[in-house]
């Protein structure tokens, strides 16, 4: 049976770093979580410590659009009407220039950061409209708006999830639905080391001494853009730690 006083929050990307910070936050305030991401036992063991009543999990890719159809679509009835998603699922691969950077590797950012994001929002939408309730939060990033060496497809692809996120505002203009770009800066997860394929030291010492951002610090985030009053809406936030700040331009000499 649905509980009509506990929301649904489905978030991609759940099984490490800010989206399981995220999951945590939402189930200790009430809410009903879908948790989702590739690692199936990762999520599981997050949904024993959530509470398995109020969490479901569904392990798939976000690049497989069939998959994100088959999991998303004809959810059990207490998970089915989705107040806030949140497309957290995402990462970066390498820091080498373009020209030494690997295809693949770009490919893969595109296909997760954008089009995963995509399949998800697509998905969800018709029903969020049709229930009058929805909110859409979108992970960006610094990166989206600040170059930095070997930012490039990186950052390109969160520069796509900041003008989608602002032109799917305006695509649902008078719906009621609200659209949120969050946009962390430096934050300690499991990002780097994905980014460092798997070079946890490298990891480490980007972090040391740096006070990066917690994934708790954007749980908090998510939860207030999520429960501001229903006529607000938190289009932007870019966020960094204290200690990051921006670099002059740089000018080569021959
Ligand atoms: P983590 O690496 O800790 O978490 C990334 C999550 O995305 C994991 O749960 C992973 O799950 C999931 N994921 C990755 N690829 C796929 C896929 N193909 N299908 C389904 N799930 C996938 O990183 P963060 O928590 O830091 O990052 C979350 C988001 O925040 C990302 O979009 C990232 O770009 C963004 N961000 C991060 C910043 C940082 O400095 N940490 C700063 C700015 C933005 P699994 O591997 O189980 O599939
Ligand atoms: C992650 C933050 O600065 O590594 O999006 O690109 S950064």
């Known amino acids: 049976m649905n509980?009509?006083?506990?929301?649904?929050?489905?978030?991609?990307?759940?099984?490490s770093g800010f989206g399981t910070a995220t999951a945590k936050k939402f189930i200790q305030n009430g809410?009903?979580?879908i948790i989702t991401g590739r690692r199936q036992e990762r999520l599981e063991s997050l949904a024993k410590e959530l509470g398995e009543e109020n969490t479901l999990t569904l392990a798939f890719d976000v690049t497989d659009n069939k998959a994100v159809e088959?999991?998303?679509s004809n959810l059990p009835e207490k998970f089915s009407k989705i107040s806030v998603l949140v497309n957290n699922a995402g990462l970066a691969l390498g820091l080498e220039p373009a020209q030494r950077c690997d295809l693949q590797d770009w490919e893969?950012?595109?296909?997760t950061n954008i089009k995963g994001l995509l399949y998800c929002t697509r998905l969800l939408l018709p029903?969020?409209?049709k229930q009058e309730e929805g909110h859409?939060?979108?992970l960006g990033s610094v990166a989206a708006t600040n170059p930095y060496f070997g930012g490039n497809t990186y950052g390109a692809t969160k520069a796509f999830v900041r003008q989608f996120s602002r032109n799917l505002r305006t695509d649902l203009h008078g719906t009621g639905l609200r659209v949120t770009n969050i946009e962390p800066g430096l934050a300690e997860s499991e990002f780097s080391i994905v980014r460092f394929k798997g070079d946890k030291e490298k990891a480490d010492n980007l972090y040391k001494g740096a006070h990066p951002i917690t994934p708790n610090d954007i749980a908090d985030m998510i939860y207030w853009v999520a429960t501001t009053p229903k006529h607000i809406n938190i289009n932007?936030?870019?966020?960094m730690p204290t200690s990051?700040?921006?670099s002059p331009l740089q000018v080569y000499k021959s």
């Open 31 to 33: 809410w009903n979580c």
């Open 108 to 111: 893969t950012m595109i296909d």
């Open 244 to 246: 990051q700040s921006w």
């Open 70 to 72: 088959k999991n998303l």
């Open 136 to 138: 859409i939060i979108n």
């Open 236 to 239: 932007n936030i870019e966020v």
């Open 3 to 15: 509980q009509p006083n506990k929301k649904v929050i489905c978030i991609t990307g759940a099984s």
């Open 127 to 129: 029903k969020m409209i």
